[in-house]
């Protein structure tokens, strides 16, 4: 996925909401559990 957004030439936005306590106070999955590691571990998958 990451070689059709590079040939597409997409931007990719990504918002955290603070540190992993702040984010995960707001954005959760809906089995609770909260969504910062994820997102950063994305991120920086991404950024390679």
């Keep these: ?3 059709f957004f590079k040939l597409n030439k ?3 936005y990504i918002s955290l909401d603070g540190n ?3 984010n ?3 954005r959760v999955y809906h089995n ?3 969504s910062f590691n994820d997102v950063f ?3 920086n998958l ?3």
């Design 1 to 3: 996925m990451i070689d």
């Design 10 to 12: 997409f931007t990719i």
């Design 20 to 22: 992993d306590k702040i």
């Design 24 to 26: 995960d106070e707001s």
């Design 32 to 34: 609770g559990k909260g």
């Design 41 to 43: 571990n994305n991120m």
């Design 46 to 48: 991404l950024k390679k």
